[in-house]
């Protein structure tokens, strides 16, 4: 087992705020990351792990006492593909998050209070600001690669347009450039439900009751979209919770519901209701073309070799984005490499589907560190 | 325009209930029905539709004073595929809703005082079984069709089983023969914001402020797996209700968000947050098989002929299910047709992609009339 602490520095972009996105001015703002691995002389084997939505700077190790490694800790650590032998390997917990990074439940320093529904709306394009940051202080110029699943993969796709020469290659795990109605009107029933619960007052509950019913629907709805209807079906079927006969009452019988339940309510223990509301509409305002240009045209200045995977069931990220994306690079002459990877476990695949994706991951980035850096 | 009204009557299976599949006792029950065209003197003309969730009684023509027709007016009238110039069709409003027949809405005689969560369980047998002492009341002997989609689709198959000399054929439209654990999961996320509302209060807000929050949003999520991505897609786009720039706030923003919580709304105010509750409850508990019997067991005694449709972007009841159906039958040299219609439109499309439909259900119509009445 091998231990790590979660690290905080606090900063700020110009003398004391980040110019958000929507002009807003926020700062200075506290970042959680961790680190794993070592940083080479010439500063050139750093990877920027960025994570999904409701993950955070813990990605591989054991914190001490957890009897749980990070989110990605299959993914992560020596002789896995992103190889902390070989690769010093950063997580930062997002902006907006409620994990360590500055977010809605943090104490504004104007008022000495949690900004709650006072914190500025946060997009994809600004938690890469405050990545870029924090990059500069730890002193890293040029990554070799900036990878990440999900709205991890957004961010990755971000990074690339926004900041074009500071990394080699850009690894994106089942994402997209833009979020569909479908997607967007997912994410709003989940918010709909939290700010329906009365104990969410407006977002001003901190030192009140937590709005966990509300939260608690929320990420039942968002479990069933991390799944397909196939490994449903395969982990649960109609099986009952404790016997063979129905009850004819309105108890948790089937165990998909029982799963659901557990999955909604120990998400309310680890997890910000506002931050809910605030990551959630920064994926749903991603869109790179800000629905005027061409994705081609975005993707002009690009520099970086990308790797873009995605799950043949994922029908929340489903592969027509990862291919809309490989396209419009292609059409710029970026070197992609693109794969769909055969899965039956939906979105949640980038998470549990490992073996081919670590391989897949691996080969890439022995490949890009080869062509790139050596 | 023609006019019409929701005839009622009240009856019992034996002397003072009916006996549910449950065990429990309930009666006596009011029907709400409709009529349209004219039994024939050999009443061999009549076809029963079997209405989807939050439908109703009224399939067809008008209300006075209303300024839209019932449900399935496109497929049932003079000239369209329920021909009322030659059959005569009959709808109920299904056992457990809200809509005229009795639910839990609805006084219990035994105390004076609405149902509530006291209403027993329901299951889509129930309802058949009341649907048939409806026809024996009507002097019914044998239906030329009973015909559905959605729960009616499930309701029609039911039929077959239950009653299998009591129709020459079954028309079933985007339906199954069991729930999957995707489906009783989408239903008990909706069933979980209705009971989350403090409003609920554990089913006895009669009289009171009704739970409208939980079921608006139990209807939002319902809206998104009606639609299919792409007819979301066609329809809202990223699209902005108000103006061309994102506000950065909470409120709602994107069409499809507006679109969601004005359906999510005006559900509120027609359906009874209980109903929600049993009729998901009724459709989640139902299996055909009992979970031991092989499906072509089940269609064993079956002598219907069946005409199965389904939808190609229907992903809440998606073909393969209306095919497990169509083998199942095929098995016991039952006379099926099946078509898969290709549609956008996802599950919503047995209410709205009605051209193809419509020739298809008349054709069959008119071929089984022809076949095995005349």
């Not at 993914?75 to 032998?85: E, L, N, R, V, W």
């Not at 977002?203 to 629907?217: E, S, T």
């Not at 968002?222 to 063979?244: A, C, N, P, W």
């Not at 292609?330 to 939906?346: F, H, I, M, Q």
């Given at each position: ?185 997912f994410h709003e029933v989940g ?71 557990y999955r909604g309510q120990s ?14 509409k920064a994926m749903d305002y ?89």
């Open positions: 087992m091998t231990f790590v602490q979660t690290q905080y520095i606090t900063f700020a972009q110009s003398p004391d705020d980040f110019i958000l996105r929507s002009g807003a001015r926020l700062g200075p703002v506290t970042v959680a990351y961790e680190t794993y691995g070592t940083l080479n002389e010439a500063k050139s084997n750093a990877i920027l792990i960025v994570h999904a939505f409701t993950g955070d700077a813990h990605a591989a190790c054991y914190h001490k006492g957890d009897d749980k490694p990070g989110w990605w800790d299959d993914m992560i650590g020596p002789g896995k593909p992103f190889d902390t032998s070989k690769y010093f390997i950063i997580c930062s917990n997002v902006l907006g998050s409620c994990r360590g990074t500055t977010g809605p439940a943090s104490i504004d320093p104007k008022t000495g209070k949690p900004y709650g529904l006072t914190f500025p709306v946060v997009t994809i394009q600004d938690m890469v600001l405050v990545q870029k940051v924090l990059l500069d202080r730890l002193g890293i110029i040029k990554l070799l690669s900036v990878a990440g699943g999900s709205m991890g993969g957004m961010q990755a796709v971000a990074w690339a347009v926004m900041y074009p020469g500071m990394m080699h290659s850009v690894i994106i795990i089942a994402a997209c450039h833009r979020h569909t109605a479908q997607q967007i009107a918010r709909q439900a939290v700010m329906s619960d009365p104990d969410w007052n407006g977002g001003n509950y901190y030192g009140l009751a937590l709005p966990k019913r509300g939260l608690a629907v929320a990420r039942m709805l968002g479990h069933i979209t991390y799944m397909s209807e196939t490994s449903m079906e395969q982990k649960f079927g109609r099986r009952l919770v404790k016997k063979d006969v129905l009850g004819y009452n309105f108890s948790k019988e089937f165990e998909v519901e029982g799963y659901l339940e998400f309310t223990e680890r997890f910000d209701p506002n931050s809910y509301l605030y990551l959630t991603f869109d790179l073309t800000d629905g005027t240009q061409k994705l081609s045209e975005v993707f002009k200045g690009v520099t970086a070799d990308f790797f873009i995977i995605s799950f043949t069931s994922d029908w929340l990220y489903p592969s027509y984005q990862s291919q809309t994306m490989a396209r419009a690079l292609k059409a710029n002459d970026v070197d992609v490499s693109y794969v769909e990877l055969s899965s039956n476990y939906g979105h949640d695949a980038f998470l549990v589907e490992i073996d081919e994706q670590a391989k897949a991951v691996s080969n890439y980035l022995a490949k890009v560190y080869k062509e790139r850096v050596k």
